[in-house]
């Protein structure tokens, strides 16, 4: 019995050390919008998190560009992702026209859902999808560029007004081993069946559970903690918590029971 449980612990330490994630954590970019990038190493896949307001389009390009580019640099080539109102369009920005939509949507869309007011919408694609229309995202990046305009009433992509910006510089932190050992979160019951309750004592912006894979499974932005975050849907398995906070990012362990 001990020879089997030192050969699960081995078995999970592997996986975790070759399927570490960095991430920008959340990024406010202005007029109700955030981003969020994590890029995980084993499977060089980027998990792209939006949040805005849920009842018109927005869009949120990403990658390296100089402060005035943005959205409207005119000679400025850059990867772009707009919500038309069904789903995420991969396009291209070019000068202050329409993005071009590429040939091929390289972003496969994994949630989207709409509380309060807001859509959270999370989606994934490989660091290096072949298109020269995309962007090549790179592990070994210390920091990523994002852009954002956004509608105010519809889904038809038109003048934006003030609803614009951009944020130069969002620096990615390895989500390591080390950083579970932290004290200042508290999981209770763990393991889990159903509900999870979440305590800190800092205000807690976003709640992530990522899987053994450092794939995001359930995100709650704003958190109500002491409702609970269910859980019951989760495999049984190892999980990973990532609380955002007004004074950083914590991370915990989790056990789905």
């Known amino acids: 019995m001990k020879k089997k449980l030192l050969l699960t ?4 330490a592997s996986l975790w050390v070759g399927a570490q994630t960095k991430s920008t954590g959340v990024v406010s970019l202005g007029s109700a919008v955030t981003a969020k990038l994590d890029m995980e190493s084993s499977t060089s896949t980027a998990t792209l998190t939006i949040t805005a307001p849920s ?3 927005f869009a949120v390009r990403f990658g390296s560009f100089n402060s005035g580019q943005g959205m409207s640099g005119f000679s400025d080539a850059g990867d772009v992702v707009y919500y038309n109102g069904s789903t995420l369009v991969d396009a291209k920005m070019i ?3 329409t993005p071009a939509t590429d040939s091929s949507n390289d972003w496969t869309v994994t949630s989207n859902t709409v509380a309060s007011g807001t859509r959270t919408l999370v989606a994934t694609r490989s660091f290096n999808t072949g298109d020269s229309n995309d962007y090549v995202f790179d592990y070994n990046s210390s920091s990523i560029d994002f852009a954002y305009a956004r509608g105010t009433s519809s889904f038809s992509i038109s003048y934006h007004g003030s609803n614009r ?3 130069l510089n969002a620096t990615f932190n390895l989500l390591g081993v080390d950083a579970f050992k932290q004290d200042r979160l508290q999981l209770y019951p763990n393991p889990v069946a159903n509900s999870l309750y979440v ?3 800092e205000e807690v912006t976003a709640i992530s559970i990522y899987n053994i894979d450092g794939k995001v499974v359930l995100q709650k932005m704003n958190p109500v903690l002491e409702n609970g975050l269910n859980v019951s849907s989760l495999e049984k398995g190892v999980y990973f918590i990532e609380a955002e906070t007004v004074n950083g990012v914590l991370y915990k362990k989790m056990i789905k029971g």
């Open 9 to 12: 612990f081995t078995l999970f």
């Open 55 to 57: 009842g018109a389009w």
């Open 95 to 97: 000068g202050q026209t």
């Open 165 to 167: 910006g951009y944020s």
């Open 199 to 201: 305590k800190t004592l």
